[in-house]
C-alpha cells in the first residue's frame, strides 16, 4: 500500500537514516530510526547529520556519540512534555475557579452554604458562619419543621438584628433620626455578605465597606471605654490599622481608606456632628475626647518644632552671628511666671451655668529689687475686645510677688455670654520682667595686636595669650527669663587706633522661652565703658537720653516713646523676635579707656525691661440642657 | 681565722687609702633662660563676697644671672568692678643670681583692691586681674672660640679647631645665644675671624626695646612696640661691629647677626689658641601673670 | 727525724754548690742601646698646671723632658707653649724655651737626659670681660733636631749567580732592624745582589708619632705654633746623610733623593735605594751597612685647665 501523502503544509520530514553497509553490531536499526524520527522535529539538522553518519563506514565508530545526543534529546523532550501539562493544568485549575463563583456547587444536606469567604480561605469567615448555622441547626431547626419556616424564621433574625442595632446605636448616642437607617444599611450588608443571597459584586462592595469603616468602628468602640486615656490608644489603633491595612491590603487600598478617615476626622474639628451625636452620651465623649487628643498631638508638634526650630537658630548664631551667649547660672532654673494645670471644672456645662477655668499661677523669685507684678485676665479666644466675653478672676486679678510663689486662679465666664455651642477660653498672665546681660571687652593698641600677630604667624593666635588670659573669646552672659540678650563687638582683643572711632555693639534679642510673646519694651539701658560715648543705636541719634562720661561708665536710658518706637515699631506687637540693635561708638578718651595699661579689661552693659505674656487655653461647651 | 685576717685586710687598706682633694665646685651664674619668675602666693584671695577688699599677693624672683635695676609693675584691673586700693604700678628692683647669692633676690608684691558692686541680677562675677612686669635686662654670654689662622691645616697639631659652638642652655637670661658659628676669612698672610651669632627668646615673656622696658607697663605705644636688643660684642677685649644692630627679637624665632673687626688680624705668629667671645644683649622684657577671680552676691545683699 | 735529716742535707749541698760556683770578676757589659722608637718624652709635671686655677693667680706649668733615644738633644732645640689666648694668660715667652742638653742612651749609658722646662704664666683678670671660666687646651709642643743611626749586617755576593759550588758564606736576603732609639726608623733593608752590583733598598719610616721635618735652623724656626708654619715641602723629609758600607760611603749612589739631599716620607714611610759595585772576585761576605738619617722633629703633649672666675 503506498504511503499516505503528507498533508499539505508540513515540512518535508528528515530522511530515515538507512543501516550501515555492515550493519551496527548489537543494534536495532528500527528502533534507533523511530527515536531519531521522533526528535528530527525538534532538531532536524542533528538528525540528517546522524543519518549520515550512521550510514557511512564509521558507523560504530559514531554511535555511542549518537546515542548519548538521543538520551540527551529524549530527556529534553520528556522535560517539555512535562512542563507543558502541567501548564495545561493550571489553566484547567484557574478556569474551573473563576467559573466556581457564578455556579455553587450542590452541597450536602445540613452542610453550610458554600461561600464566596470559604473559597477565599478566611478561617474567620468560615467560623463565623459555623457558628450561625451550627447555632440554627442545634437550636431552632429542631423547633421548625424544615422546608417550612426557614424564610420566616431568616425574617425574623434579619429583623432582630435589626432591632439590636437600633438599640445599640441608640445607647451609643447616634440620634433617632439617623438611627434607623444606618442600622438597616449595617444589617443589610452583614446578612448579604453573610448568606451570599446578593450577587458578587454587591458583596464586594460590602467587604471593602467594611474594611474602610472597620477601622472607624473599632476605633469608636475603644472610645466608649469610659477613661479619659483610652482616647490616645483609640488614635493609636485607628492609625495602626490604616497602616495594616495599606500594608496588606496594597497601596490602593490603604490610600483610600486613609482618605475616608481623614475627611471622617477631619469632620470631627467642625461642628457637623453637633446635630448627629447627643451630648453627654458615650459617643459624644468619645468625639470630644479624640478631639482633645488630636489637639494635644498638634501642640505637641508645634511646641517640639518651635523648640527644635528655636534652638537650632540660637545654635546658628551662636556660631555665625555676631554674638555668643552664655547663661548666667540661675538662668537654666525656670525663672519667670507659668501658667500650670490648666483645666475646666466640668467641660459641659449648661446656659444657665458659669464656666469655671482654672490653673495654677506660678513664679520664681529672681535676683531684682523691683517686685513683679503679674496681670491675669480671661476671655473667649478671639473676643478680646468684648467686654462680656472676659471672665472675673478670682482671689483676684494682681499678684505681686517678690519669692517663690504659687496661688490658684480661676477664672468664670457667665455660659450665657459664650451662648451654646463650644469655646475657647483663653487665660493669660502678663508681667513686667527685666533681663540683663554684660559684655566684657579687652582693649589693646591696634599696633600692639598688629606686632603681636607678626611675631606669631600661626593661625587662631590671640595677643591676649601673652597675657596669660584664659578665657580669650568672652561671651555675653546675661540673666534667666523669657527672653535673652546677647551683645557682640566683634574680634577680641578691641583694637584702638588714632581715630575716634570706637567698637559697634550688636545687641539681639530673642526668645528664651517656648512659649509666650514679648508684647513691649519699656525701657533699654545700654552702659559703654569709661572712655567711650555712644554716637547713635541702630542709626538714630540718643544723645539726649545718655549721661555720664570722664572717668563713669556712658549710659543711655532708651524709655522714651519715639525712641522705643523706632526700635520696636508698634505695628509688630507682639514684638517680631529675633530683634537686632546695633550701637556705635566713639571714643571720647583714650587715656581713660585704656586707663595706662597696654591692656584694658572693661564691660558693656545692658538692662532691659519689657512686657511678657503667658497664655494658655481651654475648651468648653455649653448646652442648652443636660442630659436626663 | 681566714675570715679575720680577710676583715682586718680590709679596715687596714681602707685606712691606707689616700684622701682625694675635693674641690668646691662654684655654683653655676650663667646657665637656665629665665629672668623674672612670678606667681601669685597662695595667701591670695581668689574668692570675695561683693563689697569686699582682696589682698593679691605675688612673689616675685630674678632666677637670671642679671640685676633688674628701676623695674615697673602694673596690675590690671577691670576698674568698673575692681577698685584698687594700693599702688597699682610701682618700681621695683631685684638682685640677680651671683656667687655670693646664687638664688638671686626675691621680694613680695602686694595689691588691695575693692569691689564696688556686680551687676544686680547676677549672683557671681568673674573678674581677671593681670600683673605685669616690665623691665631692661641683659645678656652676658661669654664663649671660647678657636681662633685658627692656619686655615690650611698645614699643622695637623692644633690645640683647638674652629668650629661652630652650641649653647642649648641659656645664659641665665630669658634671650639666649643659642649658637655661635666662628668664620676664619683670610686676610692677606692672616685671619679676620667672622662670627655669626643667634639668638632667640627662650623666656616666658615678651622682648621689647631696652628704652621702652617701662613704657610696655604703662601703655605708651612706639617704643614699647619694638621688639629690641641692642648687641655688644667683643673677643680679646677689643668691640667687634655688629651687623645688624639692635637685633630684632620677635617671638620664639631664632636670629642671626654677624660681629667682626675688620682691623682684627691674626697672622700665623698669632697661632692657634681658644680665645673668649663675649657677647652682651641689652634689651627690656615683660612678663605677664592673670589670676581669675570669683566674686559672689550674698542672697539679699544690698548694694555697695 | 729521717725527713728531716734529708731536708738539712740537701739544703747543704744546695749552699755547696752555690758557693762553689764561682765568682767571676764583673764587668760592664755593653748593652745593645739602639732601640726604642721615641726621642724626646714630654710630660707635664703632676699638677703643674693644676687643673682648676682662678683668675688674677700665676700659672706655673713645668714640664718634664726626656731623652729616650740615642741622639742629644740640646742648644737650638726649643720648646713652645700655646692654644691660649694671650690677652688672658700673659707673660709666657712666645718664642719658646730652649730645651737644655740632654744626652742620647749610649752603650753605657742606659738611661738618657731628663730636665724641666718651666713656664710662668699671669692669669688677668675676668671681671672686666664678663667671663665667667676659660677653659684653654695649653699645648706644648717641641720642636728638636736628632738623628738616626742605623746598621744592619748585609751579606755582599759580587757574584750571586756563579755557577760553582763553593760554600758561601752568607747569601744576600733582607735584613729587619727594627727600630734604632730615634722616632724615624730604619726598619728593614732588602739587599739585591747583582752581578758586580748589589742594591740595597733601606725602608724608613716614622715611628715616632710626631711630625719629620726638614732638617736645619729656618725649618725649625718654622716648626713654632707661633710661626706661618712649615709648608708642604718642608715636612716628611729626612736627610740621609751617610750611608756607608765597609767604610765606603755610596749615599751619592742613593735614590730618590732631592737636591739637598733629603727623601720624602709618604704616609709615614720611604724607601731609598743604594747601590754598591762590590769586586767582582770577591767572595760573599757579611759586612755592616750604616745608614745615618738627620732630620727635625716635632712632637706635642696637650693639657686643658679650667679657669675660673674669682670675682
Redesign the interface.
Known amino acids: 500500500m503506498p504511503d499516505a501523502p503528507a498533508p499539505p503544509g508540513r515540512p518535508p520530514a528528515a530522511p530515515p537514516p538507512s543501516a550501515p553497509a555492515g550493519g551496527l553490531p548489537g543494534m536495532d536499526i528500527s528502533q534507533l530510526q523511530n527515536r531519531i524520527k521522533k526528535i528530527a522535529a525538534r532538531h532536524p539538522l542533528w538528525a540528517a547529520g546522524a543519518a549520515i553518519k550512521l550510514a557511512g563506514p564509521q558507523a560504530t565508530a559514531f554511535l555511542p556519540g549518537i546515542l548519548a545526543d538521543i538520551a540527551r534529546f529524549e530527556a529534553e523532550i520528556e522535560t517539555q512534555e512535562r512542563e507543558k501539562a502541567a501548564a495545561e493544568e493550571r489553566k484547567r485549575e484557574e478556569g474551573r475557579r473563576r467559573e466556581a463563583p457564578s455556579a455553587p456547587a450542590p452541597s450536602a444536606p445540613g452542610a453550610p452554604a458554600p461561600s464566596e469567604h470559604a473559597g477565599a480561605d478566611s478561617k474567620l469567615w468560615r467560623f463565623s458562619k459555623s457558628v450561625f448555622h451550627n447555632t440554627y441547626d442545634l437550636l431552632l431547626k429542631p423547633l421548625i419543621p424544615p422546608g417550612v419556616g426557614d424564610k420566616v424564621l431568616r425574617i425574623f433574625l434579619i429583623s432582630g438584628i435589626l432591632a439590636a442595632v437600633y438599640v445599640v446605636l441608640s445607647k451609643l448616642g447616634l440620634r433617632t433620626l439617623y438611627n434607623i437607617p444606618i442600622s438597616g444599611l449595617l444589617v443589610v450588608a452583614v446578612v448579604l455578605s453573610v448568606y451570599q443571597i446578593a450577587p458578587g459584586p454587591i458583596t464586594t462592595f460590602t467587604r471593602n465597606l467594611l474594611l474602610i469603616f472597620g477601622g472607624i468602628g473599632g476605633f469608636f468602640a475603644l472610645s466608649m471605654i469610659p477613661s479619659p486615656i483610652i482616647y490616645v490608644f483609640a488614635t493609636a489603633f485607628l492609625a495602626a490599622y490604616v497602616g495594616s491595612v495599606w500594608l496588606i491590603a496594597g497601596r490602593k487600598k490603604g490610600a483610600i481608606i486613609l482618605l475616608v478617615n481623614l475627611v471622617f476626622f477631619g469632620l470631627l474639628f467642625t461642628g457637623v456632628y453637633i446635630g448627629m451625636v447627643e451630648p453627654g452620651s458615650r459617643l459624644h465623649n468619645a468625639v470630644i475626647g479624640q478631639q482633645q487628643v488630636f489637639n494635644d498631638i498638634g501642640d505637641f508638634f508645634v511646641g517640639f518644632w518651635e523648640t527644635l526650630w528655636s534652638g537650632g537658630r540660637k545654635a546658628y548664631f551662636k556660631l555665625t552671628g555676631p554674638y555668643e551667649l552664655a547663661v548666667?547660672?540661675?538662668s537654666q532654673q525656670p525663672l519667670g511666671v507659668y501658667l500650670e494645670q490648666v483645666g475646666t471644672t466640668s467641660q459641659f456645662v449648661t446656659m444657665e451655668d458659669t464656666v469655671n477655668v482654672f490653673a495654677e499661677l506660678r513664679s520664681r523669685a529672681?535676683?531684682?529689687?523691683k517686685e513683679l507684678v503679674i496681670n491675669v485676665d480671661c476671655y473667649e479666644e478671639g473676643k478680646y475686645e468684648l467686654k462680656d466675653k472676659h471672665g472675673a478672676i478670682t482671689p483676684r486679678s494682681n499678684f505681686t510677688v517678690a519669692e517663690d510663689e504659687q496661688a490658684p486662679i480661676d477664672c468664670n465666664i457667665a455660659a450665657f455670654n459664650l451662648g451654646p455651642g463650644s469655646h475657647t477660653v483663653t487665660l493669660e498672665a502678663t508681667f513686667d520682667f527685666?533681663?540683663?546681660s554684660?559684655l566684657?571687652g579687652y582693649f589693646m593698641?591696634q599696633?600692639?595686636i598688629r606686632?603681636y600677630k607678626?611675631?606669631?604667624p600661626e593661625e587662631g593666635a590671640n595677643p591676649l595669650e601673652?597675657?596669660?588670659?584664659?578665657?580669650r573669646n568672652p561671651i555675653a552672659?546675661y540673666?534667666g527669663g523669657p527672653l535673652y540678650v546677647g551683645m557682640g563687638v566683634g574680634q577680641q582683643p578691641i583694637a584702638i587706633t588714632n581715630e575716634t572711632y570706637g567698637p559697634t555693639l550688636t545687641i539681639t534679642i530673642d526668645r528664651n522661652w517656648p512659649e509666650g510673646d514679648l508684647i513691649k519694651v519699656n525701657s533699654l539701658n545700654i552702659a559703654v565703658?569709661?572712655g567711650l560715648k555712644i554716637s547713635k543705636v541702630s542709626g538714630w541719634q540718643v544723645d539726649k537720653y545718655c549721661s555720664g562720661g570722664g572717668d563713669k561708665?556712658y549710659s543711655c536710658v532708651l524709655n522714651n516713646v519715639e525712641i522705643l518706637k523706632r526700635l520696636f515699631p508698634v505695628d509688630e506687637t507682639p514684638v517680631r523676635l529675633r530683634k537686632n540693635i546695633r550701637v556705635e561708638t566713639m571714643i571720647a578718651d583714650r587715656g581713660v579707656l585704656?586707663?595706662?595699661?597696654?591692656?584694658?579689661?572693661?564691660?558693656f552693659?545692658l538692662?532691659m525691661d519689657y512686657n511678657y505674656r503667658i497664655k494658655k487655653s481651654q475648651s468648653v461647651t455649653i448646652k442648652e440642657k443636660l442630659p436626663t | 681565722m681566714k675570715k679575720m685576717v680577710f676583715v682586718l685586710l680590709l679596715l687596714v687598706a681602707c685606712q691606707f687609702q689616700v684622701p682625694t682633694r675635693k674641690i668646691p665646685e662654684s655654683p653655676v651664674i650663667y646657665t637656665g633662660t629665665s629672668a623674672l619668675e612670678a606667681s601669685f602666693n597662695p595667701a591670695t584671695m581668689g574668692n570675695l563676697i561683693m563689697c569686699q577688699q582682696a589682698d593679691i599677693y605675688v612673689d616675685v624672683k630674678n632666677v637670671g644671672a642679671s640685676d633688674i635695676n628701676n623695674g615697673m609693675y602694673s596690675f590690671i584691673t577691670e576698674d568698673q568692678y575692681l577698685v584698687p586700693l594700693t599702688e597699682r604700678q610701682k618700681k621695683f628692683s631685684l638682685e640677680g643670681k651671683s656667687q655670693f647669692n646664687p638664688k638671686g633676690g626675691f621680694d613680695q608684691i602686694h595689691l588691695r583692691v575693692r569691689n564696688t558692686g556686680i551687676l544686680p541680677q547676677f549672683e557671681t562675677y568673674n573678674p581677671e586681674i593681670i600683673f605685669q612686669a616690665c623691665y631692661k635686662y641683659s645678656t652676658f654670654a661669654s664663649t671660647q672660640v678657636c681662633i685658627d689662622p692656619d686655615i690650611a691645616n698645614l699643622n695637623p697639631r692644633k690645640s683647638c679647631r674652629s668650629e661652630p659652638v652650641l649653647l642649648p642652655n641659656g645664659q641665665g637670661a630669658p634671650v639666649a645665644v643659642t649658637k655661635i658659628e666662628p668664620y676664619m676669612v683670610p686676610e692677606g698672610d692672616g685671619v679676620t675671624p667672622v662670627f655669626a651669632i643667634f639668638v632667640q627668646n627662650l623666656g616666658p615673656g615678651a622682648v621689647v626695646a631696652h628704652e621702652g622696658a617701662e613704657a610696655a607697663c604703662k601703655g605708651d605705644s612706639g617704643l614699647a612696640l619694638l621688639n629690641f636688643a641692642n648687641v655688644r660684642a667683643s673677643l680679646q677685649n677689643k668691640d667687634l661691629k655688629c651687623d645688624p644692630n639692635p637685633v630684632k627679637v620677635e617671638g620664639s624665632q631664632e636670629r642671626r647677626f654677624v660681629c667682626q673687626r675688620k682691623d682684627m688680624l691674626f697672622g700665623p705668629s698669632a697661632g692657634t689658641f681658644s680665645a673668649v667671645l663675649t657677647v652682651q644683649l641689652d634689651y627690656g622684657y615683660v612678663n605677664s601673670l592673670a589670676l581669675p577671680l570669683d566674686i559672689a552676691r550674698l542672697p539679699g545683699q544690698e548694694p555697695c | 727525724m729521717k725527713l728531716m735529716k734529708k731536708s738539712v742535707l740537701v739544703l747543704f749541698f744546695l749552699l755547696v754548690l752555690i758557693g762553689c760556683a764561682g765568682r767571676k770578676a764583673e764587668q760592664p757589659q755593653p748593652v745593645d742601646f739602639r732601640t726604642g722608637t721615641q726621642g724626646l718624652y714630654l710630660s707635664f709635671v703632676s699638677n703643674l698646671p693644676p687643673p682648676k686655677l682662678y683668675d688674677r693667680e700665676p700659672l706655673n706649668i713645668m714640664v718634664q723632658v726626656e731623652n729616650k733615644g740615642t741622639e742629644t738633644v740640646g742648644p737650638g732645640d726649643v720648646v713652645f707653649l700655646s692654644g691660649f689666648d694671650t690677652s688672658i694668660i700673659t707673660d709666657i715667652p712666645l718664642q719658646g724655651v730652649d730645651i737644655p742638653t740632654l744626652e742620647g742612651r749610649g752603650p753605657f749609658l742606659p738611661q738618657g737626659g731628663v730636665d724641666t722646662i718651666s713656664f710662668r704664666g699671669r692669669i688677668q683678670p675676668f671681671s672686666s670681660r664678663r667671663i665667667d671660666r676659660y677653659v684653654p687646651t695649653l699645648l706644648l709642643t717641641a720642636c728638636y733636631h736628632y738623628e738616626t743611626i742605623a746598621s744592619a749586617q748585609v751579606c755582599i755576593d759580587p757574584n750571586p749567580f756563579a755557577p760553582t759550588s763553593i760554600q758561601k758564606v752568607c747569601t744576600p736576603s733582607t735584613v729587619s732592624t727594627g727600630s734604632q732609639g730615634a722616632p724615624i726608623a730604619v726598619t728593614s733593608v732588602e739587599v739585591e745582589a747583582a752581578p758586580q752590583k748589589t742594591r740595597f733598598k733601606i725602608n724608613v719610616q716614622n715611628v715616632g708619632g710626631g711630625d719629620v721635618f726638614r732638617a736645619g735652623a729656618d725649618a725649625l724656626r718654622k716648626c713654632s705654633p707661633y710661626a706661618a708654619g712649615l709648608t708642604f715641602d718642608e715636612v716628611d723629609f729626612i736627610r740621609l746623610a751617610d750611608v756607608s758600607i765597609s767604610n765606603i760611603h755610596i749615599t751619592e749612589t742613593c735614590k730618590p733623593r732631592d737636591n739637598s739631599g733629603h727623601l720624602r716620607l709618604v704616609n709615614g714611610q720611604a724607601s731609598i735605594y743604594c747601590e754598591y759595585g762590590a769586586p767582582p772576585e770577591q767572595s760573599p761576605f757579611l759586612t755592616p751597612l750604616n745608614i745615618v738619617l738627620q732630620y727635625g722633629y716635632r712632637q706635642s703633649i696637650a693639657r686643658q685647665v679650667e679657669i675660673r672666675a674669682v670675682s
Do not use: C, W
Open positions: 548666667e547660672e540661675n529672681f535676683k531684682t529689687d527685666q533681663t540683663s554684660y566684657r593698641e599696633a600692639q606686632s607678626r611675631q606669631h601673652a597675657f596669660g588670659i584664659a578665657d552672659v540673666t565703658p569709661p561708665e585704656m586707663a595706662k595699661s597696654p591692656l584694658s579689661i572693661r564691660s552693659k538692662t
